[in-house]
């Protein structure tokens, strides 16, 4: 850094120094009127502050023309019972508080006319922005999910009751409906796409505080934040509580994303947020407006991303996709004869690298239509065709996550004899009493896991006792010996490493284990 500066300063130096030495040279043979103007000239530079072509001289006129489309949204909702309830270490029965949290309005909840509890209340607030001139606003899902009243607040402040036209859990988009008419409003932009390093600016209620800007650049395009239907873009302008629904528009006034999110360990703006791109709110906001109501494409399985360690240890390196870890009973990936282990690398044509592609590409199907997924199975590409359902809500598949889960997670495990440990791992059969003591009431088969050595590569992975591997380098496993055959079999073959099914609690996972030190 040092050395940096001194040949900048030495630079500078030099600079002057020649710049005085033309001056001088000029001032032979010219009028004196010329050298005394010659001189001011030089003499009188300032500091340039405008800004380097591409840069605008500021955001006023942009935020001057968009800003009163965007609206702060007020949320009344009630407190969740279930959220209320604590447990105390040593009782057996939970704790439900007789009055309610002091929300910011001071409800604490307390009794009906009828003497019944009245669920105390909460109060949220979010952003939002007219996309019509007679009052249809878009914001986030989270903002509005459990309202019970919603008002929105307009940058004339005025304040007007709103109503939820449609949800999407799947997007985290709503859209609310006011009444009146002839409201400023914005619109997506789905033909020019900002590219990363472009300004943008947004507009929300970060804090309660209505009305606010904040401007930065796109960061990236494409960041995949654990939500399944949307790539989001990354956006460095500060986003606060307050600011989910709000849009981010361009140096044009055009609306290129929803503010959704941030990551944050502190819970404030570290100028990491995310946006939905316009392409996917405005598809989504016309289905909700027209119909109410968003149905995806649906088969059946639970899947992970195929990593680079599974595909090493399948011996297929570089291969991606997403491989299949468990299948609905009934389903129609069971019906169509798809199989825990298979890798999905493609849908009706379309190459998919990860789960969530795989998703993306399946939700795009309507209920009835023909899926054909190109798998690989036992190293060999195959077509299975599906005919697709309806996908349930996001709460549906979280409550049907789990099927069961084990009874007890300690209590001895079978007969005490000393077994060889393979991997860091004692196993035992999956017998009548092993069902019983983890709740196991499907056909599955595989094996228990007994113990697990702590410093294996296993335990590293997480594996613990009473998991139930199901498979193994891609064959299914139904005793210690047949674990015991594969590991060798990869071990023989010079692979670093097994892909084995590890069923807990309901679901099934695959993990790539160490097979040598």
Do not use: C
Request: glycine share 12%.
């Amino acid at each position: 850094m040092t050395s940096k500066k001194n040949g900048y300063l030495w630079g500078a130096i030099a600079g002057v120094s020649i710049a005085t030495a033309a001056v001088a040279g000029a001032r032979v043979g010219q009028p004196e009127s010329t050298l005394d103007r010659t001189m001011l000239l030089k003499t009188s530079t300032a500091p340039i502050f405008a800004p380097p072509p591409g840069a605008p001289l500021s955001f006023a006129d942009i935020f001057e023309k968009v800003s009163p489309a965007v609206v702060s949204i007020n949320v009344t909702s009630k407190v969740d019972a279930s959220a209320l309830r604590r447990q105390i270490p040593g009782l057996p029965f939970d704790i439900v508080p007789r009055g309610a949290p002091e929300g910011e309005d001071g409800d604490q909840g307390g009794a009906t006319e009828r003497g019944q509890p009245r669920l105390p209340t909460q109060q949220s607030s979010g952003s939002g922005f007219f996309i019509s001139a007679d009052g249809y606003i878009v914001t986030n899902n989270h903002v509005v999910e459990n309202a019970e009243e919603i008002k929105v607040v307009l940058k004339d402040e005025r304040e007007l009751e709103a109503v939820v036209v449609g949800r999407d859990e799947g997007t985290d988009l709503a859209v609310l409906k006011v009444k009146g008419g002839n409201f400023p409003f914005v619109n997506f932009e789905n033909a020019a796409k900002p590219r990363v390093g472009d300004w943008v600016i947004t507009v929300g209620n970060p804090f309660g505080l209505g009305g606010t800007a904040t401007a930065g650049i796109i960061s990236a395009y494409g960041r995949d934040i654990g939500e399944t239907f949307v790539d989001y873009i990354q956006i460095d302008a500060p986003i606060n509580r307050g600011n989910s629904g709000g849009p981010t528009f361009d140096v044009y006034g055009r609306v290129i994303g929803v503010n959704t999110a941030i990551f944050s360990p502190s819970g404030g703006s570290v100028g990491i947020g995310f946006a939905i791109p316009a392409n996917v709110a405005d598809s989504t906001t016309k289905a909700l407006i027209s119909g109410g109501k968003i149905t995806r494409g649906y088969i059946g399985a639970s899947i992970q991303n195929y990593t680079a360690e599974m595909a090493d240890a399948q011996g297929m390196p570089g291969q991606k996709g997403a491989i299949v870890a468990d299948l609905v009973p009934g389903g129609p990936s069971a019906k169509a004869g798809l199989t825990p282990g298979d890798v999905v690398v493609a849908v009706n044509g379309v190459t998919v690298k990860t789960s969530s592609e795989l998703t993306r590409e399946v939700a795009k199907a309507r209920a009835g239509d023909t899926l054909s997924l190109e798998v690989l199975r036992d190293g060999k590409r195959r077509t299975v065709d599906i005919r697709s359902g309806v996908r349930p809500t996001e709460k549906e598949l979280a409550a049907n996550d789990n099927s069961g889960s084990p009874r007890s997670s300690g209590g001895p495990s079978g007969p005490a004899v000393q077994l060889p440990a393979v991997l860091g791992l004692k196993l035992t059969p999956l017998d009548a009493a092993a069902r019983t003591r983890l709740n196991i009431d499907t056909p599955l088969r595989g094996v228990v896991v007994d113990s697990v050595d702590q410093s294996s590569d296993a335990a590293q992975r997480g594996l613990r006792k009473n998991d139930v591997i199901t498979q193994a380098g891609g064959r299914p496993v139904a005793s210690a010996s047949d674990f015991s055959a594969v590991v060798e079999a990869a071990k023989r073959s010079g692979r670093p490493s097994i892909l084995i099914g590890v069923y807990r609690a309901g679901r099934t996972t695959f993990l790539p284990i160490k097979v040598s030190g």
